[in-house]
């Protein structure tokens, strides 16, 4: 029986203490991979994204590695019709995608989890011991998300005060973030919808036509990139080849 250790709960503290979180979710999962080889089968990654209609894609958490600074400026363009979008990868297929209207709030996204994320995993995995992981996104430290996981998956879930701490500003450790998103927006944004009815369709035809041996390679790769987060020790890895 796979058994885990759970961390104590403390009080929301916004300033982030790098000592005391220093990448956990890496040397946690080497060590639960250690005990169950398939432990990685059991994660259903989740993370949510926009869309924009005019086919621009944010490049906020883009980071170019070069020799010298290239001084590149970008300008963007505000309050442009979109779509907030949830999905949710695992080895066992995509889950989604769902979208929110308006804003993503805790409240939001807390009834999202009631009325389609948690019924959506259970579907797909029954009673065989899913994990849920979330990222630190605001919406995710609402008292109420954490107390109604703690409820439904209690010692099943990842995120920031979780089972497993997942680390702030770690998009190269989920497979959302360095597949999925950039795979469907690839994918839509060449389609151009005119409207956001036309965006929500081309999405979810995006996501069906990924194949399941694809979604399978991608959620392995995790542990090879918590592996190599491992070996830079903690810092940036992208760039190493």
Not at 95 to 115: K, N, Q
Not at 133 to 150: E, K, N, R, T
Request: charge should be positive; glycine fraction near 6%; hydrophobic fraction near 40%.
């Amino acid at each position: 029986m796979l058994v885990l250790t759970l961390i104590v709960r403390h009080k929301l503290n916004t300033r982030y203490n790098r000592e005391q979180y220093k990448f956990p979710l890496p040397v946690q999962l080497m060590k639960v991979l250690k005990v169950d080889e398939e432990f990685v089968t059991k994660i259903v990654w989740s993370d949510e994204a926009q869309f924009k209609l005019n086919g621009k894609v944010n490049r906020h958490y883009c980071v170019y590695w070069a020799p010298e600074n290239l001084h590149v400026h970008v300008g963007k363009a505000v309050n442009l019709p979109g779509v907030n979008v949830w999905c949710g990868l695992s080895a066992r297929g995509l889950i989604g995608p769902f979208f929110f209207e308006g804003t993503v709030t805790g409240e939001a996204y807390l009834e999202m989890l009631r009325s389609s994320i948690l019924p959506a995993i259970r579907a797909l995995y029954e009673n065989s011991g899913v994990f849920y992981q979330q990222d630190g996104a605001l919406p995710h430290y609402h008292q109420d998300v954490w107390a109604f996981l703690d409820e439904n998956l209690q010692g099943h879930w990842i995120g920031q005060r979780g089972t497993f701490e997942f680390p702030p500003r770690s998009l190269d450790l989920t497979p959302l973030d360095f597949y999925l998103w950039g795979t469907l927006k690839d994918v839509v944004y060449r389609k151009k919808p005119a409207t956001l009815g036309d965006f929500r369709a081309e999405i979810r035809a995006a996501c069906a036509a990924i194949p399941i041996n694809t979604l399978t390679d991608v959620n392995q790769s995790t542990t090879r990139r918590c592996n190599r987060c491992l070996a830079a020790n903690g810092k940036h890895f992208e760039h190493l080849h």
